[in-house]
């Protein structure tokens, strides 16, 4: 990739922005190009080109919607290699990881796509004679699409692709951390025919152009992935205009390890889990409780499985199991976290540094034994690749600390014991549980989280009708 200058994507057309924002590889410090920081006006633009286009494009039936839907994954596939390399480079993400990334997002607008001839309302009994009452499903209108950085391509069809199958029209601001990613697939947008302002790219920073598109009263929906602190900030935007909100937050999950469950295969699934992305997921295991009588083999084999981790430069090296860190503040963080938890009496059963490789923001694969329920560690949203422990006396206390947190977006329980199992699953207070498997969702479930992890939930059925509003009609006659 080149230092190229990127431009906004709005109306069907390529729009250049004076003032731009550089893009780095943040495993060696590349410059990689520069994107638009757009202008207010140029947001206005965006929503006026999307809500114009809105009701021509609902006019449309669902099936010829979904085949846009599926022009847009065929290039997707065509272009699949370097929309990786672009990932890798502006992501730090391992090439294998950034494929998966390419291949789940053309899979996923194809799964929406199918959608087109399922779509149902309701036909409901009266009260009164000679009455029909029909539940139709109406699109919401323009929907804001406002995306984080850790799976920033795969968000982008996540959004769209229930947004554009219901009738919506979309804009995206990527993340600034990432926006090329986006710009490359509004290029393949534009080699289609997707009628003009369906589909609308601006970038730039939070402050600005996020927060011009949550307060906009043009806006019908915003769909954001992201941080906690900055979920709040968008109901506070969105608070004028009722905008309704679909909100996918941070997480904190828990994994639970009980003393019968198959060992080896909670240590690889709980290490697959922290090392993917460098323990930038949401969903993957951010705090572990084991049962005391497994513990000390259960914190040995996930030590000596942290450390044989292969990190470096994915842009560089494909064979590596994690990239580097975001960005100076995501190293910080992690750093000063695990400095603050040895301080408070964790012991660090490897790693726990930062990991000097000349460049870029690489920390090395960490295991922290000895952790207790009130330390930061095991409350706030590490987002980095380590793994703090607490041992617990039985299911009971492991619940109840799992429970016991701001975060309830996935959680994880390992056991062979069905009667333990189906216990987690009724008494554990989360959006996801896992049984015996690493923390990821399918297309098809239904990703949403309790307390702080957000509002609404994405993908499946109830993520798709999450694009819709109703409106029920009395009919006599
Ligand atoms: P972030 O909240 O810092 O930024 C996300 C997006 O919001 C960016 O595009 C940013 O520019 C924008 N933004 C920032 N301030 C804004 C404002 N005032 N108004 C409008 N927009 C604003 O999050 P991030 O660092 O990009 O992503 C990491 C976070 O995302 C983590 O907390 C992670 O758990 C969460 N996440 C959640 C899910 C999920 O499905 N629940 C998935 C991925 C990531």
Redesign the pocket.
Known sequence: MTDSVYQNFIDNAFVASESLLEVYNPANGQLLGRVPESPAEQVERAVAAARRAQKGWAAKTAIERAGYLRQIAAKVRANADRLARIITQEGGKVPGLAQVEVNFTADYLDYMAEWARRLEGEVLTSDRANEHIFLMRKPLGVVAG??????PFF?IARKMAPALLTGNTIVI?????TPINCYAFAKLVAETDLPAGVFNVIGG???S???G??SHAGVDLVS????????A??MA?AAPNITKLNL????KAPAIVLADADLELAVKAIVASRVINTG????CAERVYVERKVADAFIDKVAQAMAATRYGDPSQQADLDMGPL?NQAGLDKVAQMVRTAIGQGAQRATGGQVADLGAGFHYQPTVLAGCKADMEIMRK?I?GPVLPIQVVDDLDEAIALANDSEYG?TSSIYTRDLNAALKACREIDFGETYINRENFEAMQGF?A?ARK??IGG?DGKHGLYEYTRTQVVYIQG
């Open positions: 406002i995306l984080p950085w850790n799976f968000l601001k990527p993340s600034e951390e920073k939070g402050a152009v996020g927060h598109l949550s954001f992935t992201g941080s906690v602190a900055t979920g900030r968008i935007s996918e937050l941070g997480g930038q997921v949401c969903n975001i949203e987002f977006l990703h989280g992890s957000g994405a």
